[in-house]
């Protein structure tokens, strides 16, 4: 049981430190790794792409973490997701925002939230 442990808490920091890495690469170079990966109409999204990075970091921190309940035997994880959607989509529709990168600011904030509640639920849990 304490290597399962040591193991999950290096997952995460090595998923929280690649993620990282990630928003400061799309901080520096993102209007070109947009127009690069997705063409010339994509790179105005540049200043906006390190958001979608953070984004898909706290993403993959939760996704983790779902594979931690599943090997628990729990579910936990899970009603908290279904509970970020019901929170994004409320959002979304409380505030309407009328651009892509208001968009994905709610969703990056609903995901980071996920991301950090579910981190902190797995970690400081017994199971």
Do not use: K
Request: proline share 2%; with cysteine; glycine share 8%.
């Amino acid at each position: 049981a304490h290597s399962r442990g040591a193991a999950l808490r290096a997952s995460v920091a090595a998923t929280a430190a690649l993620g990282l890495l990630g928003c400061l690469l799309m901080l520096a170079v993102g209007s070109t790794a947009m127009r690069i990966t997705f063409g010339p109409s994509y790179a105005s999204l540049g200043s906006v792409a390190w958001i979608f990075a953070l984004q898909g970091t706290a993403l993959a921190l939760t996704q983790l973490m779902i594979v931690a309940d599943i090997a628990r035997a729990r579910r936990g994880v899970l009603a908290l997701v279904l509970i970020a959607a019901a929170a994004e989509t409320v959002a979304v529709l409380v505030i309407a925002p009328h651009s892509i990168s208001g968009l994905i600011t709610v969703a990056a904030i609903t995901a980071v939230a996920l991301g950090a509640v579910s981190v902190w639920r797995t970690l400081t849990t017994r199971s």
